[in-house]
Every structure is written in C-alpha cells, then in structure tokens.
C-alpha cells in the first residue's frame, strides 16, 4: 500500500475513533437565547457535530436523542439544511393555530401568533448568593404574577460557578418557560468565575438576537476585566441594527455605559466598570439607528443617562436613547451616583405599544408622577390568596 493511502486510512480511522458515535453541541437555541418563530417566519438551529460532512439526517437524529430537540414534531417544519464541516444549521418554521406565545415541543423554541399591540417586558439582574435562593423563587412567583411577555436577565446570575447553583438557576428559568415567559440573558463579570459551566449552561453565544414581536432583543457581552466589546460584537450590533425588518431595538448588557462622572455619589463599594472601549462609537450608533433604551446592571442601583452622559433624574421623558441602570435583584444595594430613592431589591417594567417604549420606570409613594428613574421594588406584585 502507498504511503499516502495508508496515511489517509490512519486519519480517516483516527477521525472515526473520535468521533464516534456522534455527538451534537447544540449552539443555539439554549438556555437564556431563545427562538421566536413569528407568524410566516423562520429560524436557525445551530450545532456542531464531532464528525464533519455526515448526513443531516444523522445530526437531526442525535439533536433527539441527545438535546430532545425533534425536527418535524412539535409544530416544527424543516426548511432547509446547511452544512459547513462540523457546524449544521437547520432552518425551520411553525405557525400557532392562535394568536398569543406558544412553546413548541422543544424548550428553548417559542412560536408566536399574531402580535399584540401591548408587550411587557422585565429587566432583571445581579442576583442573590448561594444560600438566598428563596429571592428568586420569590421574584419567579411574583413574575407569574405580572405576566412578562419575556424577562431579561443582565448577568450577574452566578456568583457561585458549582454545577448545582446552574442546575438551580435552570430549574428557576424553566418554571418561567412552564409559565409561557421566555428568559433572555447576557452574561456579568460574576460568570466568569465560572466560564466553562455558563458556556455549558448557556451555549457558546455570549452575545445574541431574539425577535420578539415587534421588538429585536439584542443581548451584549461587556465582558469583564476590560468592560468593552470585541470589534467583532461590534461589527455584528452595527448589522443587527441596521437589519430590524421594522422592530424597535432593546439592548441588554451587564456593565454601564457611562461612568457616574458629574452625578458621583461615592465610590458605590468599588463598582466601577463603566463601559470603555467603543462607549463613543456605542452612543452614536444607537442615538443613530433610534435605540429606545440600552438596560444594564451592575452598579446595584438605579440610574438613567442621556446619550450625553448626564444623569437624568428630573424625567423619564427625555429625547434619545435612555442608558439605563438597574438596582440588585438580591445582592447588596449601593448608592453609585446622587438619586437618593432606592435601597432596595427589584426589577424593572418596560411597557411597549406598537413597539413604542412608554413607560420604564416605577412611581415610589412620595415622589411626583412619573418618577424618573426608580425600578419595581421586589414584593411589589403579589398573588391573591
């Protein structure tokens, strides 16, 4: 035998004993980055397989067997298969028989009927320790009871990178899914401790899309240690935005995006982490393309800004895109910037109508109507007995 056909022999049997029996890393949909299947619309499933150029029938039978995700069942249609190497997409559709959100028969794959004219969403993030896990199984009840069309979590879920804490986290995330709300979340500085189990729980997309109705969720990763983007997150937010197909933008991400500055209170327990790299280059896009708001965490306060900077604590009314800041939903509170309402745990209410961002703050008792820049207090929206 030649030496180069008992040199491709070898690999090729190399190959095989690697990558058999196939496995399937199924890229997106996942936890935290769901698809939404509009009406006559269509998305992607992504995966890689540990074999490339196999069938695609053969990756749509792993999908089952190891991710329970089944193409053509569960109001799904295949429409078309791409294959590049390893990595597989597979476009696909479904239309709800009703108007309204539905799940399909795959988690993290969402089919939406006609739009309503309403949508609500809520901002979340920089959640509790380990050992305070009854804060978000209380804020998850309380969400049953506002009724969210999706919640955005702004990283920080994780201060714990222990297996357990994200299989309670996905157990808290499921019974909002179970509950037809959708989560969508961005990763903090917090994951990072423990990188490799998010990338497990939440799939290698740390940064992503979601088309809800009539509005474009477009989830950032401000990473941590340099607060900035990447110029390739960068690249992909300018041609998200300049794709819409008619959607109002909502962006999410972890850190702020201006530095407290003018409206400095203290040193908020060494917050910090301000957003950097491309903050100017960021601003002008999104004042460019009509960005209604731009939600983030991190500082365990409440704080609004104008593309200018300014701390915008005379009105929530205000033209051009609003940065806005949420407090903790359970770790500590601080005190970043002057705004002297707060102290406490809670969430953030953005109403919409016809994709029109109306209202995205919440009127604290004593303060004028509308209060410019409070979020929800936890405990505020209880069930009745």
């Not at 009840?141 to 714990?160: N, R």
């Not at 989560?183 to 990072?192: A, K, L």
């Not at 474009?216 to 110029?231: E, K, N, V, Y």
């Not at 690249?235 to 300049?242: F, I, K, N, T, V």
Request: with cysteine.
């Amino acid at each position: 035998m030649k030496r180069w056909i008992l040199a491709w022999v070898l690999a090729v049997a190399a190959l095989l004993s690697v990558g058999l029996p196939l496995k399937v890393r199924l890229d997106a949909p996942r936890m935290g980055s769901p698809l939404v299947l509009g009406p006559n619309g269509s998305g992607w499933i992504e995966c890689r397989a540990s074999l490339p150029w196999v069938p695609g029938a053969w990756v749509q039978k792993a999908l089952k067997a190891q991710w329970g995700l089944a193409l053509n069942e569960g109001g799904l249609r295949l429409l078309e298969t791409q294959i590049h190497g390893n990595r597989y997409r597979f476009r696909v559709a479904s239309t709800p028989a009703e108007p309204g959100l539905h799940r399909t028969g795959f988690d993290g794959i969402w089919a939406q009927g006609a739009w309503p004219k309403t949508y609500r969403l809520v901002q979340a993030g920089d959640f509790h320790w380990p050992g305070q896990e009854d804060t978000l199984v209380a804020f998850v009840d309380e969400m049953l009871v506002v009724k969210p069309a999706a919640i955005l979590f702004s990283g920080d879920m994780a201060y714990d990178p222990d297996p357990e804490w994200f299989a309670m986290l996905a157990r808290q995330f499921r019974r909002l899914e179970a509950n037809g709300i959708p989560v969508i979340s961005c990763p903090g500085n917090h994951e990072r401790k423990g990188w490799s189990q998010y990338l497990r729980s939440f799939g290698p997309h740390t940064f992503h899309r979601v088309d809800l109705g009539p509005l474009a969720i477009l989830s950032l990763d401000s990473a941590h240690g340099r607060d900035q983007f990447t110029p390739s997150q960068f690249r992909w937010l300018r041609e998200q935005l300049d794709h819409l197909d008619g959607r109002t933008p909502i962006l999410q991400m972890h850190h702020p995006t201006f530095p407290p500055g003018a409206a400095l209170a203290g040193k908020g327990d060494g917050s910090g982490g301000a957003l950097e790299s491309y903050r100017a280059a960021f601003v002008r896009l999104c004042e460019e393309r009509g960005v209604p708001i731009v939600l983030s965490g991190h500082w365990h306060q409440d704080v609004v800004f104008d593309g200018t900077g300014r701390l915008r604590d005379d009105t929530p009314d205000f033209p051009g895109t609003k940065f806005v800041v949420t407090t903790a939903l359970g770790d500590i509170t601080r005190k970043v910037v002057r705004w002297n309402h707060g102290g406490y745990h809670g969430y953030r209410i953005l109403d919409f109508e016809d994709g029109k961002l109306v209202r995205y703050t919440h009127d604290l008792p004593g303060l004028a109507s509308p209060a410019p820049i409070a979020s929800t207090p936890l405990g505020t929206h209880k069930a009745r007995p």
